[in-house]
């Protein structure tokens, strides 16, 4: 078992030769293998578990009775991995455009074009693919781990000093608040920009453009905040709205087909239709239908042929 010492130390227990009943009481743990050869190399590695379950409500309980945290229930993702929602969080920008159809409003536009601000990318690997390929994407299969992706753990504490005062008490009120990481990056414009002056006592409401497109967790807050009214992509909003499962096969065959000659489409009009693959429909994963008035809204994810790949 390997323990933390502070911040550049360790401790490790004393080794146990397996096989044994022995339990490893920890989070971390060093294994080492030999064939027995003194002259071959050893193979070292670090395993990760969870060995008490009841840790981390231990220790969400322990951070809100001495620190005064508050949890955010639910921060809105707006990319599909750190990338994207880290350009929201510290400079107020997206690159990633996504639409908002499901809520009948116009498409995002990125502020930013990747390659243009961004340069290329310094290993010239295809970015979005592996990125694809490390985080395997399972958990999505099932509804509640696709809400999961989309709802990042948000834990707020302030200073001491500035507890059990009005701006702690608006960051309480937003509990429960549908909010997304441009919001946190208006939360540090206003800390960096306007609370000095205000011995930060401000809660007044406030517009942070052109600070920030979003609005302080330290102030008032107006008007309804859903996917329609902030900045969300329809894919990664966490509204939930009435959705139908579709059971029709002609209607799942129709728009598996669909889907796939668009992203042959795509991948033909990006000049990579002489290196990949015509794909076609092999089979659904999941349809559902939303009515939004006399608009029915489609989201379906289908199994493509030859790649195996779900879209």
């Known amino acids: 078992c390997i323990y933390n010492d502070h911040d550049v130390q360790y401790k490790a227990d004393p080794w146990v030769i397996l096989p044994s009943n022995e339990t490893f009481k920890c989070d971390i743990i060093e294994s080492q293998c030999s064939n027995g050869n003194m002259f071959s190399s050893n193979e070292s590695y670090l395993h990760m578990q969870i060995y008490e379950a009841g840790s981390l409500p231990q220790s969400l309980a322990y951070l809100k009775a001495e620190h005064g945290a508050v949890q955010m229930e639910f921060l809105n993702k707006l990319g599909i991995?750190?990338?994207?929602?880290?350009?929201?969080?510290?400079f107020g920008k997206t690159e990633e455009a996504g639409s908002r159809t499901l809520v009948g409003r116009p498409p995002i536009k990125a502020d930013w074009d990747r390659r243009k601000k961004c340069r290329e990318y310094i290993d010239k690997l295809p970015y979005e693919l592996e990125q694809y390929r490390l985080r395997g994407y399972k958990i999505e299969k099932v509804p509640l781990g696709k809400y999961e992706q989309n709802n990042p753990f948000l834990m707020v504490s302030i200073p001491k000093r500035y507890r059990n005062t009005a701006i702690h008490e608006q960051l309480k009120k937003k509990s429960e608040?549908?909010?997304?990481?441009?919001?946190?990056h208006?939360?540090?414009?206003?800390?960096?920009?306007?609370?000095?002056?205000r011995n930060f006592s401000d809660t007044s409401y406030r517009n942070m453009q052109p600070l920030s497109k979003g609005s302080s967790l330290l102030r008032e807050w107006r008007g309804p905040r859903n996917c329609r009214t902030l900045p969300i992509p329809s894919?990664?909003?966490?509204?939930?709205?009435?959705?139908?499962?579709?059971?029709?096969?002609?209607?799942?065959e129709e728009a598996g087909r669909f889907l796939a000659e668009q992203l042959n489409m795509l991948l033909e009009n990006a000049g990579l239709g002489g290196k990949c693959r015509k794909q076609s429909y092999h089979s659904t994963h999941s349809a559902t239908e939303t009515k939004d008035g006399n608009v029915s809204l489609y989201e379906i994810a289908v199994y493509l042929w030859p790649s195996s790949g779900l879209f």
């Open 235 to 252: 894919e990664y909003c966490l509204c939930q709205y009435n959705r139908t499962t579709i059971i029709d096969d002609g209607i799942h």
């Open 186 to 197: 208006a939360t540090f414009m206003d800390i960096l920009k306007l609370q000095p002056d």
């Open 81 to 90: 991995n750190s990338r994207p929602n880290a350009f929201a969080l510290f």
């Open 177 to 184: 608040e549908l909010m997304t990481h441009y919001d946190l």
